[in-house]
């Protein structure tokens, strides 16, 4: 059983969390690229497959591991599709994309191995989500008091 958290190291734990997201999102904004042409089709995929797209400045092996197992892909898969022996090599190959990047091309092998059939139509929500919006799909120029976006 985990010990109980008193409010203070709740509220310690949250403040780290956030000063987190706000440095992954500094680095994001940096070095990775988030203007992928195939973006909306991956939404659609993900749609398709149940999947939900990890953020715009999430960068990590986990994410796309979890989507190869979604999937019903295991590791020889990067060895077979992508030229690279392994995940890591994968990514550091293509060292500004962000995870959702890589899903997405996972996604379209998905598709294209059970036969292409019809995607769904999405609104104009972005699932992904962009540097000027957050998780929610607020605009972040609405809140001017939000300076983690």
Known sequence: M?????????QEMQRKAAEKREADQ??????????????NHW?????????????????????I???LRLLG???SWVRDNTGA?????????NWSW????????????AHERDGQGELPELDDQDLIGTEDEDLLGFDADEDEEDDLI
């Open 65 to 67: 591991r979890r989507a």
């Open 2 to 10: 985990l010990p109980e958290i008193t409010a203070d190291q709740r």
């Open 85 to 93: 022996v392994s995940l890591k090599e994968w990514m550091e190959l």
């Open 26 to 39: 500094e680095f994001a904004r940096l070095n990775l690229r988030n203007d992928f042409a195939d973006a």
């Open 98 to 109: 962000p995870s959702y990047a890589f899903i997405g091309l996972i996604l379209e092998s």
């Open 73 to 75: 892909f295991d590791g």
């Open 43 to 63: 939404r659609r995929l993900a749609s398709k497959y149940g999947l939900r797209l990890p953020s715009w400045y999430v960068r990590n092996t986990r994410s």
